[in-house]
């Protein structure tokens, strides 16, 4: 499978400022390419002001999520502010390139900012299967809590889409390499760079790694595109050398 990482700034609040951005950065990726991942709330940038800028599942970002993931042929993911029945999410929104939706809602907010006041917690692992290949999608602040992305549906890519702020980077650095060691898995991490409206600024580090925790591409803190190639044989291998998941604990996730 090949992916592309697409890390840039965020314009505050302004989706279409930022449809148009990542319309010019999709559209700039020339080779093939089987899946595209964005950053966390990539229409608007992290906000805990959800009432003004929220969009429905019937809204333009979906929408233009749908119609580009169609004319590239590929999937594309990453999260966005919904409103349904009254609450608010920061949804992770997965377009299938035949116009097929699947979503997960970020389980664990970021209560150091008031996530948890703004937004309501989802309770619901996704696993996306795609081209023969079993993805997890997670959430920025998920990336600290290793039991929700435990392995145990033996997924092929862990994928993590975020605002990362600068102060934590050897963090976001240091636990995906983590998670990947101990899910044996490719893992992709897909921050935004730039200063937002908050003063916050974000160091890019996008990033995969193989399943023994080598760095096989990164980004440093500017706009910058990722391509690459994953192979899933190479990947089955290793877990059948080695057999590390079949020592596994076993566990009852309660959420």
Known sequence: MKIS???????????????????????????????????????????MKPEPVAETMDGETVQWLKGMAIQKGCAITGSLVIKEEEKYYNRLIFAHPDGKIQTYNKRHLFTLAGEDKAYTQGDEKL?????????????????RFPAFSRNVEDYDLLLYVANWPTPRVQAW????????????????????????????????????LDCFGNELAKADADEHVITL???????????????????????????
């Not at 192979?231 to 057999?243: H, P, Q, V």
């Open 229 to 255: 190639s994953l192979n899933k044989d190479a990947m089955l291998e290793a877990r059948k050398k080695f057999g590390f998941l079949n020592d596994r604990d076993r566990f009852i996730m309660v959420v």
């Open 173 to 208: 650095d240091t636990l995906l390499k983590a998670r990947a060691i101990e899910n044996m898995c490719y893992t992709a991490g897909v921050n935004r760079c730039g200063i937002d409206e908050n003063g916050h600024n974000y160091p890019g580090h996008s990033q995969v």
């Open 127 to 143: 696993i996306v299967e795609y081209k023969g290949w079993k993805i997890c999608p997670l959430v920025c602040y998920d990336l």
């Open 5 to 47: 990482l697409i890390q840039t700034a965020l314009q505050w609040e302004d989706h279409e400022a930022n449809r148009q951005n990542f319309t010019r950065l999709i559209n700039g990726v020339e080779e093939e390419t089987d899946l595209i991942i964005l950053p966390e709330m990539f229409a608007t940038g992290f906000t």
